[in-house]
């Protein structure tokens, strides 16, 4: 499995913006379909973003089209999470997550794809 390490969270105000990093190591980067999910208190585990092992394609939730934009550096070995316009809806624990065993242009949705994950990192938004 890939080790992988999430920073950037925080509070911010609503309006505001944050970007999430997330670092991974062990195995080749290039290798994972990389993902961001969010779990807010009392709610289940969604995906927000997913970027295809090349980079060239990528997927959103519908609420946060527009204003979230995932991102890869597979020579960095790190994938981001530009988060614009943050509402209160925002709020969760952010989780990176990486997918093994996929075709270059895959963007899995299903959570079960997934056998890597970061420890989570919090984004409050405040209205």
């Known amino acids: 499995q890939v080790q992988l390490v999430e920073s950037g969270g925080g509070l911010v105000q609503a309006g505001g913006s944050l970007r999430l990093s997330c670092a991974a190591s062990?195995?080749?980067?290039?290798?994972?379909?990389m993902g961001w999910f969010r779990q807010a208190p009392g709610k289940e585990r969604e995906l927000v973003a997913v970027i295809s092992r090349s980079g060239t394609r990528t997927g959103y939730l519908d609420s946060v089209k527009g204003r979230f934009t995932i991102s890869r550096d597979n020579a960095k070995t790190t994938v981001n999470l530009q988060m614009n316009s943050l509402q209160s809806e925002d709020t969760a624990v952010y989780y990176c997550?990486?997918?093994?065993?996929?075709?270059?242009?895959?963007?899995?949705?299903?959570?079960?794809?997934?056998?890597?994950w970061g420890q989570g990192t919090q984004v409050t938004v405040s209205s």
């Open positions: 997550a990486g997918g093994l065993g996929l075709s270059t242009t895959a963007t899995p949705v299903d959570r079960r794809r997934y056998d890597s």
């Open positions: 062990g195995r080749t980067f290039s290798d994972y379909a």
